[in-house]
C-alpha cells in the first residue's frame, strides 16, 4: 500500500485512551491495542495475541498490562509476555510494541522502522498547548474514503461557499490565493475583501456589516494541515487575537477509509459559552453532515482508482492539493527505494 | 461486460422525474443524472463532476442546469459547464450527456455512439399511447438477478402456474404454444382451451364459468417484451377488447442487478376501479412478492456463472428463450466485432 | 478448498427435520435440501433445480417429493425427476441425491464418492443413544470460522479458564496432560487435583468443597470430538455415574463458516431438572457468547491465510491440536491424490 511508513501518525486524543481503558484501533491496516501503562504512558501493541491471533483487546488490560481472554497469556507495554500461565515464558512470547509519543493533546504511533523513531519527528502543534483550553473543540471522525481527498478537501477551501454555505463557507469563491511550496511543506493563503461574512462568525461583527477573511492553510507530510483563519470587519487588519487555528489530522486506517482527527481553538470570544456551542454545531454540521458525505460519495465514484489516474478536470484551486499529491508521492518512492531489498543467498552451484 | 451499446434502454418512467427534480439512477453500470432542461424536455448527464467525481446528483438542479455541490461547477443540458465560479469556462470543462428521447411513457437512454442513436429506433411502444389512459398500472422494480433471467421469465409462462397460482397462472401447463423466429424478434403463442380461470380474471367471467385463454409474448433486443393476452368464456374467441397487453421492460444496471419497468394496459372494465385495484394488487403480488425473490435466488444459485455455462436441463419450454439468447449473443458479438480496433501508430524505429 | 470429501458430515439433529418440512443447509460450500421420504427416512437432493437452477427448498415437500416451485417439476428421494408437467420425463431429469444416515440421533451426509458411503463409517456416537434422554442439552451453533479452529478449540480445555472463568472452567490451567496418538485417532487427557471447582459442576460437591477434575478429549477425523469429564470431591475417584459427556461436531458450510452440533449427556442428576436447567444455561452461555466470539474474532483477524501458515507461536498446549492437524492434513492430501486423474485422450494426428 502506497504509505509513509517513516513517520507519526495520530492514532487518538489522549482523553479517549483513559487510565483504566484500552482502545482498539487500526491504522494502515495495522490492528492496534492502546492503553497506558503503570505510570500513565501510552502504550501500543499489535492488537493480536501471537497464540492463536485472538485479539488482545478482547482481553483484559489491568496494571499495565493486557491478558489475553483466549488462553491468558499476559503482554507488557514492551510487548513482551510476562506471564504464561501454562509453563515458561521465552523470549519468542511477543507479539509488536510500537514506539508511541503523547504530545499537544494526542496520541501519536510510528509504523515504520522502529530505529528511526525521533520524538522530535512528531508534527509541532504546540499552539494546541499554548491555546485557551475552554476553546478546544475537538473529534474524532472515521470517513470512508482514502485520507488523500481529506487533505484535499482541506487543501481547497473554496468548496466550503458550496458544501458548507449556511455555517463556515460563503467567502472563498474568487479569493486571492497564493501558494508556498517547500521540501515538506505546502502552504496556500487565502484573502477574500468585502462580503458577507460567513454564518458562522457573523456574530463577530456589527450587524449587516461586511468582512474580510483571512485563511492559512500549511501541510506537513503525511496528512497534517493547519488552519488558520481571521474574519474581521471589512478592511480592518487581523491580529492575533482575532485567529481560530485548526489542525486537521489524516490518518489511513485502510487504503479507503480514513481517521479524520480534528481540534479547533480560538483566541477571541474565549469565555463566550454561547458562541462556543454555536462554533461546536457549526463545525458538527460541517465536517460530519457536509464533508463526510460528499467525501464517501467521491470516494464511492472513483472505486479502487487512484485520483489523478481518472484523470480530473483540475481547477488553479488544485494548485495546493496537487502539489502536496506530488511531494508525498515523491517521499513515498524514495522511502520505498530505500528500502533494504532482500537479496537471496546465491546457491550452491 | 457482454452487453448490447447500441440501442435504447429505458432508463425511468416520465412522471419519475418532475420539473424541480432529479433522478439518480444507474444503467450498464454507468451512474446517470437525469432531469428536465427548461423546456421540459429530459436531459441525461454522466453522474459524475469530471473536476473531482462528486456525483452530481448530490447537487443542485434548477432552471435546466445542475450545480455540482462540491466546487460549484455548473453544467447544461448538454453536459458543457456553463458557470465556473473560479475562473474561465473552457471547452474541456464538461461531463459526458447521452441522447435521451421521451417516448411512450417512458425516458430512453443510449449509451452506445452517439452518432448512432436514431430515435426511430426506440422500441414501437405505441400501443401504449393508445390504451385508456386509468387502465394504466405501472412501476419499476429493481430486481437482482441479471437481465436476461428475467426475459426468459416472461418468455416461459408455464411458470405462473407455480409461482403465481393464486392470481395470474393456474391455466398455462401444457398449452398449445407456437413459438416464430425473425431477425430481431421472437415471439411464443400460447393457447389453453376450456380450463379454471385464473383468479385475476375469474371475475369477466358468470360463475363457475370455463374459460380459454390465449396469450402472446414479443420480444425485440435488448430485453423489450410485449405480452398480450385475452381470457374468454370456454369456446369463445377472444376479440381487441377482451385484451389486456404489458410492456416488460428490463435494463440492465449491472451485471447482476436489473430495472425492471413494467405497464400493462387492458380495453375492458375500463372505468371499473374495483377490477382495477384488484388486478394492480395481483400484479403486485405476482411480480413483487414471487418473481422478484425467486429470481434473485436463482441467481444467487447462479453465482458469477452464465446460465448457459452452467448447462441446464432444458425443456420445450424454453425454446423461445433460447432463441432470445441466440439472437441476444450474435448481436452482442456483431456489434463487438464492428467496434473499431484501436491501432497503435507504428513506432519510429 | 482443502476438505475431506469420503467421510459422513453431520448435516442436521434428527429433530430439525420433521415428517412435513425441509431444511436446506449448506455443507462443504454444497446447497443441500433434507426432508422425510414417504417411509420418514432421510433424503438429502442438491438444493438445485436442474432446469432453471431455482432452489428446491423454495418448492413445496409433500408425499415423499419435492416439487420445484418455478416450473413444477418434482423429484423423488432419489433425486429423479418423477413428474413433469411439460412433457414426459426423461432420464437426464435429476439432481443429485445425497448418501444419508440417521443415526445417533443426528443425520450425517456423504458428499463424496458415493460408492465408497459406508454407513459403518458412520462415527461411533452410541453413547447418546444409551445416555438419558431427559438429560440431553443439544444445539446448532452456526459459527462465523473455519471448522479447524472449532477442533482446536475443544483440543485445548486451558481456554475454559479465561474465555469460561464462570461456568465450565476454573480448573485447567497447569492440569496434567496426556496425548495419545494413533491412525485417525487423537486424544488427550487432563487431570486437575484439589481446585476450587467450577461454578456450573459446584452444586455436585458439598458447600467450599475442593475438586477433582478428569476429562478427556478423543478426535476422529474429520471433526468429532467427544469429550468426557467428571468433577468429584478431591481425591475421590470417578465412576461412571460421575460423567458427563459431550459430542462436538464440526461441519464446515464454507471454508469460512461452520455447523457446530454438540449434545451433553450426563449420568448424574439426571432427573433434577434445576441442575439441568442451570447446565443448559452454563453451556448456552460458555459456547454461544464466549466461544463463538471469540472464534469469530480469531478468525477476523486470520483473514483468509491458514493458522500455520501465519506462523502462530505453538505451546506445548497446542500439541493435541497439531496432532489433528497433521493427521487431517496427511488424509486429505492422500484422498486428492488417489482421486481419478483425468488424462485427455489422445488427438488424432
Known amino acids: 500500500m502506497p504509505w509513509l511508513k517513516n513517520c507519526w501518525y495520530q492514532v487518538a486524543w489522549g482523553e479517549e485512551l483513559s487510565d483504566s481503558a484500552s482502545l482498539a484501533r487500526t491504522v494502515l491496516d495495522t490492528p492496534l491495542l492502546l492503553f497506558r501503562d503503570a505510570g500513565g504512558a501510552p502504550a501500543i501493541l499489535r ?44 523470549g519468542r512470547m511477543r507479539t509488536t510494541a510500537y514506539p508511541v509519543v503523547e504530545r499537544h493533546g494526542a496520541i501519536w504511533v510510528w509504523l515504520g522502522e522502529a530505529d528511526a523513531a525521533d520524538p522530535a519527528l512528531v508534527p509541532d ?158 463545525i458538527f454540521k460541517a465536517f460530519a453532515l457536509e464533508d463526510k458525505p460528499m467525501l464517501e460519495m467521491q470516494q464511492a465514484r472513483m472505486g479502487t482508482d487512484d485520483l489523478l489516474g481518472l484523470k480530473p478536470l483540475l481547477l488553479p484551486i488544485d494548485s495546493a492539493a496537487i502539489r502536496v499529491r506530488r511531494q508525498l508521492a515523491a517521499m513515498i518512492a524514495a522511502e520505498q527505494d530505500s528500502e533494504p531489498v532482500e537479496v537471496e543467498a546465491p546457491q550452491p552451484a
Not at 491471533?53 to 497469556?73: D, E, K, Q, T
Not at 472563498?172 to 521540501?183: C, I, K, N, W
Open 47 to 90: 492488537d493480536t495475541c501471537p497464540h492463536r491471533f485472538a485479539p488482545l483487546s478482547a482481553g483484559r488490560v489491568a496494571g499495565g498490562v493486557v491478558r489475553c481472554n483466549y488462553h491468558g497469556l499476559v503482554f507488557g507495554s514492551d510487548g513482551r509476555c510476562v506471564h504464561n500461565p501454562h509453563g515458561p515464558v521465552t
Open 125 to 282: 502543534l504546540a499552539f494546541l498547548d499554548r491555546a485557551p483550553p475552554q476553546t478546544s473543540i475537538r473529534g474524532h471522525m472515521p470517513t470512508a474514503c482514502n485520507y488523500q481527498l481529506l487533505t484535499d478537501n482541506i487543501l481547497d477551501l473554496s468548496h466550503t461557499d458550496y458544501l458548507h454555505p449556511d455555517t463556515l463557507g460563503g467567502m472563498m469563491t474568487g479569493a486571492r490565493t497564493t501558494v508556498q511550496e517547500a521540501p515538506g511543506r505546502v502552504a496556500i493563503e487565502w484573502f477574500a475583501a468585502d462580503r458577507e461574512p460567513s454564518a458562522a462568525y457573523r456574530a463577530l461583527l456589527p450587524g449587516g456589516a461586511r468582512a474580510d477573511k483571512w485563511i492559512e492553510v500549511a501541510w506537513t507530510a503525511p496528512a497534517i494541515l493547519v488552519l488558520r483563519t481571521a474574519t474581521t470587519a471589512a478592511g480592518v487588519a487581523w491580529r492575533e487575537g482575532d485567529l481560530t487555528a485548526t489542525v486537521h489530522s489524516m490518518t489511513p486506517e485502510t487504503r479507503f477509509t480514513t481517521h479524520y482527527f480534528y481540534n479547533n481553538v480560538r483566541y477571541f470570544r474565549v469565555d463566550d459559552a454561547t458562541f462556543h456551542a454555536a462554533l461546536g454545531a457549526n
